[in-house]
């Protein structure tokens, strides 16, 4: 074989290497910043978006190097082969997710993992989501209103300039709530007082479904045991494999061990041990912190090296 066979053999091989790799990823195909922190993006993947459901996750990684990181799944369009994820920019990961734009791929994109939101038998609902914690209660709530449940939602946020998602909420609710703890859009105060308002006015649910901060998520049900109102709660423990295998995402539950990723992520918000698991969620706290402030890009010190 001559010189340009081998270059032409060579020129192949990488080509189909390159294309197989581009097969196996996940391509971003729209992406819309709802505030300053949070960003939504709406991911080519076909074959999670055939079998999602609301309530579920998925496990992402942006390279071979990246960690694994949960997001529970804000949407999915069957027809279109996509799924939605919303994320807040806190930390290295959803950080370097959020500086990635339409047409870019993401390594690994897994699921769908988890128990979908039960809503057999559900006729009337309160749906409660905090912050970007709205962004998966939105699904849920969708799912209930298609089953054929009245649903109340009451969704809250630190001020007016962070509100997301109201469209879409008063669209899939029969009453829908919006609170900020200034008072600057909506009603003034917290989740719970609204809550606790509509209960004690006599409002009769056959479940309460909380999605948000875990402090939000623990006073939820403080509110609601003393009517002896069902409630739920979707729990984002830390996670590694997302398979139960690992049993990094246990949690605590009625006195016995559960792993979120297979056994929920939704639990019953009146037997979860949450002092436990604020404990566990705050174990890799610093690290994080000094990773975002050490981390080098490798392509950043390979262009300065170049321009030396």
């Given at each position: 074989?001559?010189?340009?066979?081998?270059?032409?053999v060579?020129?192949?091989?990488?080509?189909?290497?390159?294309?197989g790799?581009?097969?196996?990823?996940?391509?971003?195909?729209?992406?819309?910043?709802?505030?300053?922190?949070?960003?939504?993006?709406?991911?080519?993947?076909?074959?999670?978006a055939?079998?999602?459901?609301?309530?579920?996750?998925?496990?992402?990684r942006?390279?071979?190097?990246?960690?694994?990181?949960?997001?529970?799944?804000?949407?999915?369009?069957?027809?279109?082969?996509?799924?939605?994820?919303?994320?807040?920019?806190?930390?290295?990961?959803?950080?370097?997710?959020?500086?990635?734009?339409?047409?870019d791929?993401?390594?690994?994109?897994v699921?769908?993992?988890?128990?979908p939101?039960h809503?057999?038998?559900v006729?009337?609902?309160?749906?409660?989501?905090?912050?970007?914690?709205?962004?998966?209660?939105?699904?849920s709530?969708?799912?209930?209103?298609?089953?054929?449940?009245?649903?109340?939602?009451?969704?809250?946020?630190r001020?007016?300039?962070?509100?997301?998602?109201?469209?879409?909420?008063?669209?899939?609710?029969?009453?829908?709530?919006?609170?900020?703890?200034?008072?600057?859009?909506?009603?003034?105060?917290?989740?719970?007082?609204?809550?606790?308002e509509?209960?004690?006015?006599g409002?009769?649910?056959?479940?309460?479904l909380?999605?948000?901060?875990?402090?939000?998520?623990?006073?939820?049900?403080?509110t609601?045991?003393?009517f002896?109102?069902?409630?739920?709660?979707?729990?984002?423990?830390?996670?590694?494999?997302?398979?139960?295998?690992?049993?990094?995402c246990?949690?605590?539950?009625?006195?016995?061990?559960?792993?979120?990723?297979?056994?929920?992520?939704?639990?019953?918000?009146?037997?979860?041990?949450?002092?436990?698991?604020?404990?566990?969620?705050?174990?890799?706290?610093q690290?994080?912190?000094?990773?975002?402030?050490?981390h080098?890009?490798?392509m950043?010190?390979?262009?300065?090296a170049?321009?030396?």
């Amino acid at each position: 074989m001559n010189l340009m066979g081998v270059f032409f053999v060579a020129y192949l091989r990488f080509f189909i290497i390159l294309k197989g790799r581009i097969r196996n990823m996940y391509k971003i195909v729209r992406k819309k910043e709802l505030n300053a922190a949070v960003t939504l993006l709406e991911i080519e993947a076909p074959f999670i978006a055939k079998k999602a459901h609301a309530g579920q996750f998925i496990i992402f990684r942006i390279d071979e190097q990246g960690e694994r990181v949960p997001l529970t799944i804000a949407g999915y369009d069957r027809e279109k082969g996509t799924v939605t994820i919303i994320f807040q920019k806190v930390g290295f990961s959803t950080i370097a997710l959020g500086n990635l734009n339409e047409g870019d791929y993401i390594r690994d994109f897994v699921g769908p993992l988890g128990k979908p939101t039960h809503t057999e038998g559900v006729k009337r609902v309160c749906v409660v989501g905090g912050g970007v914690g709205c962004a998966i209660a939105l699904p849920s709530a969708a799912a209930f209103k298609e089953a054929g449940a009245e649903v109340d939602v009451i969704v809250g946020f630190r001020s007016k300039d962070i509100v997301i998602l109201e469209d879409e909420f008063r669209a899939v609710s029969d009453n829908m709530y919006l609170m900020t703890d200034d008072g600057s859009y909506g009603e003034h105060g917290f989740v719970t007082v609204k809550l606790q308002e509509l209960l004690e006015k006599g409002n009769q649910y056959d479940a309460v479904l909380a999605i948000g901060p875990i402090p939000m998520m623990k006073f939820v049900c403080k509110t609601t045991e003393p009517f002896g109102v069902k409630t739920m709660v979707s729990l984002n423990p830390i996670m590694i494999d997302g398979t139960g295998m690992c049993g990094g995402c246990r949690v605590t539950v009625g006195g016995e061990t559960k792993f979120a990723c297979v056994d929920g992520p939704e639990f019953d918000g009146h037997k979860v041990d949450f002092a436990e698991l604020m404990s566990r969620n705050a174990t890799y706290c610093q690290r994080e912190k000094e990773v975002t402030e050490t981390h080098a890009c490798r392509m950043d010190a390979m262009g300065k090296a170049l321009i030396k």
